[in-house]
């Protein structure tokens, strides 16, 4: 099992999370950025810092052979925490069971308000007045693992979805990296 302060962060877009804690990283060390979408803005960025990088199609190959050709890769950088910035798939039962208690995700809402996805509008449309986000640890259900923090976000009535998800991102790059330093020093 890996040092817990070695980081693989697994994203599937831009990766401005995955920025944050690179650029922000504090008790630990980021040494695989992995993706399952080969194009992903993310991985552009990691390659021109040097970091190690790896990105497979999860289109094709099965769910679990997916999983296990990424649990292989992280082992083999001797990652001991995954941090999920952005990963938009759901990992398979036998990773979660893998990884137990070692895999975290930043997710954009007040956990346990608003699993899945869109949680602004949903936020702005139930006539909340804090939105926010969260970091939790994952498990086999959704959003659903210990919360390990949070950051609270008022909501103005003129607030749309756009632009209190830009609030709550500025808010999650300041969340991730600190909780992240505090969770594989605990
Ligand atoms: C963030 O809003 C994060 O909370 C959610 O997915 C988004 C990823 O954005 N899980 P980025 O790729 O980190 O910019």
Redesign the pocket.
Known sequence: MGDARRVGIL??????????LVEKAEGYEVVLIASNKPEAG?LEWARSRKLATWGTDSKGLGKEKFDRELSATLDDHGVGTVA?????RILSPWFVEQWRGRIV????SLLPKYRGLDTHARAIAAGDTAGG?SVHLVTEELDAGEVLGQIEVPIAPEDTAQSL?QR??AA?HLLYPRVLGEFVNR
């Open positions: 994203i599937s877009g831009r990766g401005s999370n995955m920025r944050a993310g999920l910035a952005g990963f938009m995700n930043i997710h954009p986000c998800e709550v991102l999650e």
